[in-house]
């Protein structure tokens, strides 16, 4: 079946690093790669998304590219800050299957560090 | 547009009872689907459903049971409740129009149970 794997965490960052957030998935079809982003005491939010390889996704200085020939969705961003301190999911669905399940990796705690 | 809402945000319950979680998608949305969130599991797909139909489901136990109305609201309810049922209870929605949609997801359910 579908799976994602995630780099393991925790990751701490002083403020302005470049971070980088490894996402390596397993699926039959082209899936949909999404990052999902999960603040204390919230829900996920969509942070961004990307729907066929080489697209690139985008959004509060944070990017990722589907990558099919590696099968990776890595997440990066060039100066991090204090507020970007949660944990970080990689996900993916399958637009085929006929459903929205989302199978998700097993989540980045990042601390960023003033 | 009001974003998903979920009832109740805590709940406290013991062993062998059942319970109800209720959630209120956004307006127009009529794909809900339920993740269990644990720190042990991670995030796990339990069901979605459409149209007042279940389109999909998780590798949960019949104990795990849900539906939605015509307004689109979702229910899930959890019987003979045990230790592991414990978790942040996610509920998300998406409009569902082409596939690869992107689900917004509730602030969550936490139970505990004792």
């Known amino acids: 079946g579908d799976s994602v794997t995630q780099m393991e965490g925790p990751v701490t960052l002083s403020e302005e690093a470049f971070l980088t957030i490894n996402c390596t998935y397993t699926?039959?079809?082209?899936?949909?790669l999404f990052w999902y982003v999960q603040y204390p005491g919230e829900g996920l939010q969509l942070l961004l998304k990307?729907?066929?390889?080489?697209d690139k996704g985008s959004n509060k200085g944070f990017e990722a590219t589907y990558r099919k020939e590696t099968t990776s969705f890595h997440l990066e961003k060039g100066s991090v800050q204090v507020s970007d301190s949660a944990v970080y999911f990689c996900?993916?669905?399958?637009?085929?299957?006929?459903?929205?399940?989302?199978?998700f990796g097993t989540g980045t705690r990042l601390t960023i560090i003033p | 547009k009001a974003g998903v809402t979920q009832t109740p945000r805590y709940l406290i319950k013991t062993r062998g009872q059942q319970v109800t979680l209720s959630c209120s998608p956004i307006?127009?949305?009529?794909?809900v689907s339920w993740y269990q969130q644990t720190p042990g599991q991670g995030l796990q797909f339990l069901f979605e459903?459409?149209?007042?139909?279940?389109?999909n489901k998780g590798n949960f136990p019949g104990r795990f049971s849900g539906r939605q109305f015509s307004n689109s609201r979702s229910e899930m309810n959890v019987s003979t409740l045990e230790l592991g049922d414990s978790a942040l209870y996610l509920c998300?929605?998406?409009?569902?129009?082409?596939?690869?949609?992107?689900?917004?997801f509730g602030p969550g359910t936490r139970l505990l149970v004792l």
């Open positions: 307006s127009g949305h009529r794909s």
């Open positions: 998300a929605s998406s409009p569902w129009t082409s596939g690869s949609e992107t689900q917004y």
């Open positions: 459903y459409f149209s007042e139909t279940q389109r």
């Open positions: 990307a729907t066929k390889a080489d």
């Open positions: 996900a993916l669905s399958d637009p085929r299957s006929g459903n929205e399940k989302l199978t």
């Open positions: 699926a039959t079809g082209y899936p949909s």
